[in-house]
């Protein structure tokens, strides 16, 4: 989620508070009011949690960034009531918009349960792991890249081409030859920011053979031309990996809870997005 986002949810939140009157008395759990409406302990900490770690790292003095933080509060809880005195929630997209939020925060929840039921690792599975995934952890290398960057192509026949070509010099002979602009430099590539699956590919290439990635909407060829071993140090690499384990389980639970609903669940659509009918696999011989 943006931080535009995340405010514009703790916006909503605001709002949603700012109508319950509080009969408490400002104290113990109730930190303030504004016109008679609540804050309370509980909001002023999910908003210290919101924080990014390096916001609440120059904040040593939790107590005096709790009062700092709580100023915001106010100010959002203000900005909120005066949304409402605007009419800004009768907007007919608010109530669209509304609902998306819930429904992320609801998923967000989920996700986090569904880490909370995910087991550790024990050690053999996570040195499973990290001698599987070898290019994010002992095998890991910096590769030094000749690159060529151009727009995405949008004729087969120039597609055709480019894929054809087997050193940069070859793909800008195509895009010259269709007047394709094009801008020549050098770049490196950590092969621990991306799939092994994908370094695997790029270790295997012969020599001047380039690849391509996508960028932005553009499209950036790029050759190796030598690269450093940068073995990630084992204690790290061993953290790393129960995260990334922990992680992708969480995923596939994810994953399995939406098959599992979709099951069961009645969908219907307009014709225009019906979407196409998947092949049955294949069955076994």
Known sequence: MTSKRAYALLLVGAALLAGCKGDKPVGGQVVAKVDGTEITQTELKAAMASLPPEALAGMPDKQAAA???????IDRRLLAQQAEKEEIDKQPDFAVELAAMREDLLVRRLAAKAAGDV???DEAAVDSYIAKNASLFGGRKIYALDQLAFPMPKDKLVISEIEAAHSLDAIAGVLAKHNMPSQ???????????????????????AGEPF?????GAVVASVVTGSQSAPVDMAKAREAAKGMMKQEAVNKAMEDR?????????IEYAKEFTPPATKAPAAAK
């Open 67 to 73: 009062v700092q933080l709580l100023q915001k509060v």
């Open 212 to 216: 391509a990635t996508p960028q932005n």
């Open 258 to 266: 939406v098959k599992q609903a979709r099951l069961v669940a009645k």
């Open 119 to 121: 087991q550790a690792p």
């Open 184 to 206: 020549r430099g050098r770049g490196q590539l950590d092969s621990a920011k991306i799939p092994p699956a994908l370094a695997q590919k790029i270790d295997a290439l012969p």
